[in-house]
């Protein structure tokens, strides 16, 4: 019988050079994190992530301006290493260089400005991100051969902490598992699992916002999207054909479905809004409570790795996890049969609820920054025969939408604004 195996690929060990070690050595005072007032009031968080709350409200948007001043934007500095939240025991946060130069020197002098020493290390690696990522590209260029086998690679991922991607493969023997080892000089093998697009059923807005029903709750609202004077419902990608069938907001008519990705690999999809409905950048944070959105979206972010995050959706509602990975190609089981790229993973403890089927879709936004819309969620390890919840969760960023209906003529953008609006 053949099993579930996922392969891991090499090892490096962590050393001080450098920037690394002159920072290490270097005395200075570290400043008291201030009372920062958290806005986490509705969030089911326990003691140790409201205190990660606090130091993400102080510290994490100053960490991403500096990176992104320094470098040009956020995803330059991959080619470098990568910035993680550590929150193993004492919370801090992590920068992780495969290579130094006089950038990286400007942005270790700049952190330790005002960043207290306990919250703040460098450590030096062998891997960038990119390094690593370009390893999973040339694996999944095998993803065909291995098909003729009888393998699939329904999730892969880059692990820049341990220095080595992951693949999690279904049906595999032993020859095959020689041959990606001799390929790519993997010794490490753990288990894998499949992976479900958040599907499953279970009320009607005139304004509409993230975190509510489509197709009676068969799938959930992330944001609005805006393309030349159209209006649509961000969504899964999954949640949708692109055939311009009739779509409903729970139960009532709302508009045409326009287009699904996912045959190219981004889990997205849009609704056009052809009936009368405001749209809004309002959303479904701890509403369960209340009877409106009671939350909205100003601007959009990237995710840091450990760092807290929570999706809005109409199954489990309002939940947060932790990222785990910043860019993993999942597999979807059949009727899908699609891998889709670069999605953000989430997870909780074992046996606590992140996501369920009907979520799909539904809002990814930031654990203390709930203002910042950081995309939307796709799939998860819930298990759809039985019903029972995942504690395990992806989303697709918010710039890879963006940028997947982009034109220089005809410009994607999000919806938001505080005042909502009639749709055309």
């Known amino acids: 019988m053949k099993k579930k195996m996922a392969i891991s690929i090499v090892m490096a060990s962590l050393l001080l050079s450098g920037v690394v070690a002159a920072y290490a050595s270097e005395n200075f005072v570290a400043t008291t994190p201030q009372q920062v007032e958290l806005k986490s009031e509705d969030l089911p968080l326990d003691s140790k992530q409201k205190l990660q709350l606090q130091y993400q409200a102080q510290y994490l948007d100053k960490i991403k301006d500096e990176v992104g001043f320094t470098f040009g934007n956020f995803s330059a500095f991959e080619e470098y290493g990568e910035i993680y939240i550590d929150n193993t025991d004492q919370i801090k946060f992590v920068v992780l260089l495969a290579k130094e130069d006089l950038k990286t020197n400007s942005l270790a002098q700049n952190l330790k400005k005002f960043i ?67 390929r790519f000089g993997s010794d490490n093998v ?91 950048n309002a959303y479904f944070y701890g509403a369960e409570a209340k009877s409106n959105y009671d939350k909205k979206i100003t601007s959009t972010s990237v995710g840091l790795l450990n760092e807290l995050v929570c999706k809005s959706g109409v199954k489990t509602g309002t939940t947060c996890g932790v990222i785990k990975n910043t860019s993993q190609n999942i597999t979807y089981a059949s009727p899908y049969n699609v891998t889709v790229y670069d999605t953000v993973r989430i997870e909780k403890a074992s046996g606590e609820i992140y996501e369920n089927g009907g979520d799909s879709g539904g809002i990814v936004f930031g654990g203390y920054y709930n ?54």
Do not use: W
Not at 121 to 150: A, H, V
Not at 244 to 253: L, M, R
Not at 392 to 418: C, H, M, R, W
């Open 116 to 182: 207290p020493a306990d919250l703040l290390e460098f450590k030096k690696t062998n891997m960038s991100l990119n390094d690593l990522k370009n390893i999973q590209r040339n694996i999944e260029s095998i993803r065909e051969e291995l098909k003729k086998d009888d393998t699939l690679i329904y999730s892969s991922y880059p692990d820049i902490q341990k220095q080595k991607v992951v693949l999690e493969v279904n049906g595999i023997t032993a020859e095959t598992k020689n041959k990606i080892l001799n």
């Open 190 to 280: 753990n288990i894998g699992q499949e992976i479900h697009p958040s599907i499953q059923r279970t009320d009607n807005y005139g304004t509409l916002g993230g975190g509510i029903a489509l197709n009676s709750s068969s799938c959930s609202t992330g944001a609005i999207g805006i393309k030349d004077t159209r209006e649509f419902i961000i969504t899964a990608g999954h949640c949708v054909n692109g055939d311009g069938g009739t779509e409903y907001q729970n139960t009532s008519v709302v508009g045409t479905d326009h287009h699904s990705a996912l045959n190219s690999g981004t889990d997205v999809g849009l609704i056009n809004i052809t009936t009368s409905r405001y749209v809004s």
């Open 371 to 424: 203002d910042k819309l950081y995309g939307i969620h796709i799939a998860g390890n819930h298990n759809p025969e039985t019903g029972a919840p995942g504690n395990v969760g992806y989303y697709q960023k918010i710039q890879t939408i963006i940028n997947t209906y982009n034109e220089a003529t005809s410009p994607f953008s999000i919806y938001l604004s505080d005042t909502a609006r009639l749709a055309n």
